[in-house]
């Protein structure tokens, strides 16, 4: 079995099956919740507020200018 193998069969499986293909849009839709823009922003918005200047600038390394 080549490694395209099983994705050319689940795209077949979900054309010829309306029933999976409908179960596995849901699960994907639902996945796909989680990195929405109104479940991020809350999450964004609180690491940025709590962000504070430094009071130097950041030390190089070494031999690094």
């Known amino acids: ?27 994907a839709r639902s996945h796909a919740q989680r990195w929405h823009p109104d479940r991020l922003a809350p999450i964004y918005r609180e690491f940025f507020s709590n962000l504070a200047p430094q009071p130097f600038p950041p030390l190089a390394p070494p031999g690094v200018r």
């Open 1 to 27: 079995m080549t490694k395209v193998e099983p994705w050319v069969e689940t795209i077949i499986r979900l054309w010829d099956d309306p029933h999976e293909y409908a179960a596995a849009s849901e699960r």
